[in-house]
């Protein structure tokens, strides 16, 4: 697998990583603990170097498998986590960066990923009642401490994100970014082009909608999270399915999967992005490893650009609870 590096940093990973929250969190009941430490294991040999966890996902049941599952790869592949929410009571609760808790959080996650030190710690969602700087300084002591060694921010602004590189460099932004979620091209992307930001777009396959397996009669678990996503009600999956069908079109034409069209768009935005596709089944992971070299041509993304660019997708990305979280 090629590597790419985040932005102007030395942080070199795997040009497509992997976002372990999907086996512990979100997505139905948790998956099998020994299959998704063989899973992850797999994604190792598969040449994937990048892998994606927080505390808040299970919560501490993911960071816990992460850690046990890479343990024999220490040195050799790059662990993400996050900080910023609040599950001391055992759920996730409200945003929260106080700087006394961001330490005490990079202590737990030390232990439960078995490591001396965190490769990239992101901020999860900022944080309005505690100044970007504030949160930037107590990382930038982390650093000092060689206990973290990036600093990332999760569905930030733009002036967050200028006022946090200013206090301690941002190394990547993690945020949503696929064919059907391309706000981040307005102000975003130039901004992280402008400071030599990497940037980890998760969701990139549209929680799955891109793949195709899913459509307006879909049946999702009582506890997965698309089920109080407005764009994935019935009517508006009816409705989404025409970018589903160009993808799935287009990547008929080219002889590769409508998932790996979706991986190779985004590879192809800028060398410096990596998508983290979850997953937690063997013939995906591989799937989506097999996107890394898909090339796709100027001719190529100009047609794919074309056909999406006249299906107007439908539906918000988020319930109003958590909209209100991103962008700050």
Known sequence: MQKRKLGKSNLEVSAIGLGCMSMSFGYGPAA???EMISLIRKAVELGVTFFDTAEVYGPFTN???VGEALAPFRGKVVIATKFGFDCDAGKQG???SEPARIKRVVEASLKR?????IDLLYQHRVDPNVPIEDVAGTVKELVQQGKVKHFGLSEAGVQSIRRAHAVQPVTALQSEYSLWWREPEVEILPTLEELGIGFVPFSPLGKGFLTGAINAKTKFSSDDFRNKVP???EENRKANQALVDVI????AQKKVTPAQVALAWLLAQKPWIVPIPGTTKLHRLQENCGAASVQLSPEDLGELESAASKITVQGARYPENLQKLVGR
């Open 32 to 34: 099998d603990k020994q």
């Open 231 to 233: 764009r994935f009600s």
């Open 248 to 251: 799935g079109k287009f990547a």
């Open 113 to 117: 990923l078995k490591v001396q030190t």
């Open 94 to 96: 409200d945003v929260t």
């Open 63 to 65: 960071e816990e498998l």
